[in-house]
């Protein structure tokens, strides 16, 4: 089931996809006819009390940008305020000359999970998405650490819905393409930790909640954006985000939404 978050007639909610269709998942609405797309607004896909991003999960990437291989899961916050949705661009910051996408499998929390085991992660989630941890290398290796440059508004792109089923989360192709060039393609096989040993490793640290995001690691292939890009996440079986890159103008504010995980 692809699941959106859409507005309409002044209601925020969750809604499943069908050809050209919506239907509310959120039955005290009392929406229960179809609702055709032209009469919707769709919204970013998830609205998180926290991202959890794993850090170094694919050994090539880790020695492409010079980091140590971890040998148990590390992991690093980005901040709500950076969620966009499929279509809305990428806001290259001023403070920063170089910026590069990651592609990465997104999994998205529909039930709170606390210091739960890898086989327990499954009843856990609610659908998988296309994500996008866009970073700001250069400050990164100035910094040291990642909370400037992972966290500027727009630097998480989601979307452009969720994936409920999806059979086997270690068995996917991830790519990034810009501008019709392959730039990433990588295999969820080839993850370090798993993406179910990934909400694991998170739970024995701080409580997921539904809505919350939990990006899994980029394959090698990282590369810088520029002004103007066409910047694709395409992950089989899941979806295909799309981004464009923009240049900061001060003009670029993510839209503002609310909605509600359909899964008790």
């Known amino acids: 089931m692809r699941v959106l978050?859409?507005?309409?007639?002044g209601h925020?909610?969750?809604?499943r996809l069908d050809g050209n269709h919506v239907y509310c998942l959120n039955p005290q609405l009392g929406l229960e006819q179809p609702i055709s797309l032209e009469e919707i607004t769709v919204l970013p896909v998830v609205t998180p009390s926290k991202i959890?991003?794993?850090?170094m999960n694919f050994k090539d990437h880790a020695e492409e940008i010079g980091f140590e291989i971890p040998s148990e899961p590390v992991f690093f916050l980005k901040p709500p305020s950076s969620v966009i949705g499929s279509g809305q661009a990428i806001v290259l910051p001023v403070a920063s000359q170089r910026v590069d996408h990651e592609a990465e499998l997104g999994i998205v929390i529909g039930r709170a999970a606390r210091n739960i085991t890898p086989e327990d992660v499954p009843t856990h989630i609610f659908g998988y998405t296309c994500a996008n941890d866009v970073t700001a290398r250069d400050l990164q290796q100035r910094d040291g650490l990642f909370?400037?440059?992972?966290?500027?508004?727009?630097?998480?792109?989601?979307?452009?819905?969720?994936?409920t089923e999806v059979a086997d989360p270690s068995d996917l192709v991830i790519r990034a393409v810009v501008n019709g060039e392959v730039r990433q393609e990588?295999?969820?096989a080839d993850m370090i930790f798993s993406p179910h040993e990934v909400v694991a490793a998170i739970s024995q640290v701080m409580t997921l909640l539904p809505g919350d995001l939990v990006l899994t690691g980029t394959p090698k292939g990282v590369s810088p954006i520029q002004d103007g890009d066409d910047v694709r996440v395409e992950?089989?079986?899941?979806?295909?985000?799309?981004?464009?890159?923009?240049r900061e103008s001060g003009d670029d504010v993510p839209e503002e939404g609310a909605?509600?995980?359909p899964v008790q």
């Not at 959890?52 to 850090?55: E, I, T, Y």
Request: include cysteine.
């Open 186 to 188: 990588g295999h969820t």
């Open 259 to 261: 909605g509600e995980i």
């Open 52 to 55: 959890v991003c794993m850090g």
């Open 5 to 9: 978050r859409v507005r309409f007639n």
């Open 147 to 163: 909370g400037r440059c992972k966290g500027f508004d727009t630097f998480a792109p989601v979307g452009p819905w969720i994936e």
């Open 12 to 15: 925020s909610f969750y809604a």
């Open 235 to 246: 992950i089989e079986g899941v979806g295909l985000l799309i981004n464009p890159a923009l």
